[in-house]
């Protein structure tokens, strides 16, 4: 069965710093995406990652994913209010064609002025 | 680009009763749906997957007879869910495969607050 963790499960962190969040599987996979949700919403969709090696930059987000070491980062530069929000990383995995997403645990993140 | 319409958004309902979600997919068929649901401060649980013209592919715990699903066209997917119980009521998403290519096929509805009482 396949697991998704991510790490931390809560970040609280300053305005201005920087920040890494973490997601692990426990199997091969085929795709890995990263989400934001904002309470009460549904997901927007930020960062698909498709290969070994695969880094994705959008404004002050970063992901990357290491599929040998079954390892995707979400990485936080100069962190602002805004990015207030719980990310979501999901593994795709393909079964018989069928294809389906495991989301992570998620990792609600508080930007503090 | 892609867009996956859900409603209702919210919907409060007497226990016993049955409430149906619609999800549609705006500007592109897609033949597979898919339905979660999100306990609060939860991650996003599958509970089936929809294809067009066949039977829903539950996941492991989830009663088939409860949550009725019904993929009809390659655009309507629905979840009914019967009987409710003030257990059922949670956060429910959709999601359709083969929209926006830029998601790689995963386009998201904005999500039903479903409140039994």
């Known amino acids: 069965e396949l697991k998704v963790e991510q790490n931390p499960l809560f970040l609280s962190m300053q305005e201005g710093k920087n920040y890494t969040i973490y997601c692990n599987y426990s199997?091969?996979?085929?795709?890995l995406y990263w989400y934001r949700q904002d309470p009460g919403k549904s997901l927007e969709s930020l960062f698909v990652?498709?290969?070994?090696?695969a880094v994705k930059q959008e404004g002050r987000l970063m992901a990357s994913l290491d599929t040998k070491a079954r390892l995707s980062t979400l990485h936080i530069t100069a962190a602002v209010h805004d990015l207030s929000a719980t990310y979501f990383c999901?593994?795709?995995?393909?079964?018989?064609?069928?294809?389906?997403?495991?989301f992570g645990t998620g990792t609600r993140l508080t930007i503090i002025p | 680009g892609a867009v996956v319409s859900q409603h209702p958004s919210r919907v409060i309902c007497k226990s016993g009763t049955s409430v149906k979600i619609e999800c549609r997919s705006l500007?592109?068929?897609?033949?597979?749906m898919f339905w979660y649901r999100q306990f609060p401060k939860k991650s996003l649980m599958l509970m089936a997957t929809?294809?067009?013209?066949?039977?829903?592919?539950?996941e492991q715990g989830v009663e088939k007879d409860k949550f009725l699903i019904n993929h009809a066209s390659l655009t309507l997917s629905t979840l009914t869910v019967t009987s409710a119980h003030p257990e059922d009521s949670s956060f429910y998403i959709c999601?359709?495969?083969?929209?926006?290519?830029?998601?790689?096929?995963?386009?998201f509805g904005s999500g039903t607050r479903l409140t039994v009482v």
């Open positions: 500007d592109f068929q897609a033949t597979t």
């Open positions: 199997t091969t996979s085929d795709r």
């Open positions: 999901a593994v795709e995995r393909s079964n018989f064609g069928n294809e389906k997403l495991t």
């Open positions: 990652l498709l290969s070994n090696g």
């Open positions: 929809s294809n067009e013209g066949s039977k829903a592919t539950y």
């Open positions: 999601s359709a495969q083969g929209g926006s290519l830029a998601n790689y096929g995963y386009t």
